[in-house]
């Protein structure tokens, strides 16, 4: 008999544990079951393929599969985004700030800076799928479930002496989504296949067991609705048994034992030839059984997702609940361990599922799933690189999903090429920048509003994650031809940008904004958004300039260029530390317009950059902790799922372990939806309904993991912020900065051991609590730390 994947888990683990003296651990499932099909989008459950997606709701008659896939964009590239008057005003707009002239000079900005974003587009959803199947009787004895663990939704039901069984699965592997439909008695299957609304325009066909939409991503609230890309479904049944029609616009099978349905799309962007892409994928995965089809997806998502395991401990009698209903309970205060760990595993499937190494694009706004609200918003589907872009990925590097990470280098290399323009014509700059959004045609002018548009920074934040990606990895032909010629770009950007302020001397930037934030302009009383030197870009610059020093010298390059760039970063303004005791937003310390916003920019100090910490700058930490608290006091307090996915890990960076705890629960309970798939909430930035974002399901487990493992200054922290919650557990194939895979165990909420193996020979400093044991590491020898050794450096 061939062993399960339960069977396989178990022997790894036994042979782990036995190596290392343990007990062997319980091997429990992730488990995301519910007992009804979906009413709504976010109570669907999602599988993709780093392109491909579908939303599945799962039902028994009529089942319904939202597709999209990641290259459907409107709009197109352009290269008239940037406000021709921008170059000759800049001087007197910055003159006009430093003369405490806010009012005036924001209304400058407004008229002569912001971008036009006429073609920016947005990405669409495509179509509906329908399959309508004829049931001997209603449906009884419900479920429907995904599978974290191969990654494969499944809906299973009775009608009548019937049961009836579905699994659907996008495979990288075949490049197709492939749906499976059987039943338990021969000959009792029949359906009809059909496109449903609503769906992009197009043009449906169906032949000889192949449904067809070929159509554009076509829509004209953020372009003109003539362009975007053309794309081609195409849909082949393959029954077992039984008869195939095609009729209307429509597939039916009759009377068959088991039904196999193949989705394939492609589009044209970056030259693709869509009907040819569609024909190859189906042509290759027609030939391969569904067995063979499935096998060879789940091999190839687990080689991926079983990287890492973790146990946050029992939740009793709770584990027998649908995840709705567990959801539920959390929200009425309860504890559920064992959903905080489906959380964290269900950011790492969402992450694999939606970007892969080969994806066209990274995740956006919804990853590569969309409900079209976002779409609709004026804010669109897209790149935001403000935040939202970088939380997508934060979780990438420390819970082992490097490859994951590639669509990011892409869109950062497509930036410093459109970025040289802006800078040259807007600025008359060298290097590149990049603002506050981009899309897939890489859009890197200023956005079209005051509030939001004039962010500076934007390229930066998202150039810095090449940057992790080298510190997680290192990987010096990455950092060599990738990453490096875009750091050392951008910072030659802000070496000719920043202007010196008159007074104190430093070098800021500006005009810029610390989005999406206002402040009370002091000449006029008026809110105010724009102005020199907001924190984030300081804190931004710094770690740029710090980054390509580093990089500069790991490398051997550009020594001339290296010493310009330690002479600018020792003249950035400090961080400062306000009036309220909170850690200054701008350079002035302004009173806030809206003291309950969503966004801490000048919080990313503390993280994801490591600028601020109580070990090395508590004064600041203390500052960073009254921003907080003042924040998320204020009774209009903006608490979307971003906003508390950074909660999480503040506070674990703040060593506050009850505090990010009791966030984490807030975002799970009061943030993500039954299908616990995060949303910005309605009445929050212009929302009338809760919409989908993935950011709080990346930024969440990413919170989970700070709160287990840090790594910063050549320091392995292990368990910084454990909650009593969290009491025995253990987490395995964790990395951290340096090349290393780390796995904690941990009884009583208190450590048990740890082991650490190294990519490459090195001494490694690890710290508990207040102890510390530096340790030698050969390459790919895992090496043991009892928590005996920390406590005897502690008492020594």
Known sequence: MKPSRRDFLLGAMATTALNRGLAMPEIRETPIWLERPADRWLQALPVGNGRLGAMVFGGAARERLHLTESTLWSGLPTVHDVNPAAREFLPTIRNHFFAGRYTEAEELCRKNLLGTGSQFGTALPMAFLEIETMLPAEAGRYRRSLDLDEAIARVEFAAGDVMFHREVFASHAAGVIVVRLTSSKPGRLSCSVAFGEPRLPGEITAEAGSLALRGNAWESLHSDGRHGSRFECRVRVIPESGDTHS????????????????????????????????????SAASARSYQSLREAHVADYSALYRRVSIDLGRSGELSNLPIDERRKRLVDGGE????????????RYLTIAGSRHDSPLPLALQGI????????????????????????????????????????????????????????????????????????????????????????????????????HY?????????????????????????????EHPTKKWLVTGPSNSPENWFIAPDSGKPCSDSMGPTCDRVLVCSLFSACIQASKLLSLDEGLRSEIVIAQDRLPPLQIGRHGQLQEWLEDFDEADPGHRHTSHLIALYPEDQISPSKTPALATAARVTLERRIQQPNWEDTEWSRGNLVNYYARLFDAEAAHRHLKGLIAHAADDSLMTY????????????FAIDG????????????????????????????????????????RGGFTVSIFWQSGHLSSATVMADREADLTVRYQSGNATIHLRARVEHTIPASMLRKQEAS
């Open 247 to 282: 009729t209307n616009r429509k597939i039916t099978v009759q009377s068959a034992d088991a039904l196999t349905l193949l989705i394939a799309v492609a589009s044209d962007f970056r030259g693709g030839k869509p009907e040819q892409a569609c024909a190859a994928a189906l």
């Open 336 to 347: 559920d361990p064992e959903l905080c760990e489906i959380f964290f595993q269900y950011g």
């Open 369 to 468: 799933w969309n409900d079209g609200l976002a779409a609709g918003m004026g804010w669109t589907d897209d790149f935001h690189l403000d935040i939202n872009t970088q939380q997508n990925y934060w979780l990438c590097e420390v819970a082992n999903l490097r490859k994951c990470f590639a669509p990011v280098a892409t869109l950062a290399e497509g930036l410093r090429v459109s970025g040289t323009q802006t800078a040259r014509e807007m600025y008359g700059a060298e290097g590149w920048v990049a603002h506050v959004v981009t899309n897939a045609w890489g859009y890197s002018a200023p956005g079209w509003g005051l509030g939001w548009g004039m962010f500076v920074t934007g390229g930066v934040w998202i150039a810095l994650q090449l940057w992790e």
């Open 471 to 499: 510190r997680f990895t290192g990987d010096r032909a990455f950092l060599r031809d990738k990453a490096y010629p875009v750091l050392r770009d951008a910072s030659k950007f802000f070496l000719s940008y920043m202007v």
């Open 680 to 691: 910005s909430r309605g009445g929050v930035a212009g929302a009338e309904s809760n919409i």
């Open 697 to 736: 399901n990346t930024a969440g487990a990413a919170g989970i993991a700070e709160m287990l493992l840090q790594s910063h200054g050549g320091v392995l922290h292990l368990l910084p912020a454990l909650p009593s919650g969290w009491s025995a557990g253990s987490v395995r194939g964790l990395r951290a």
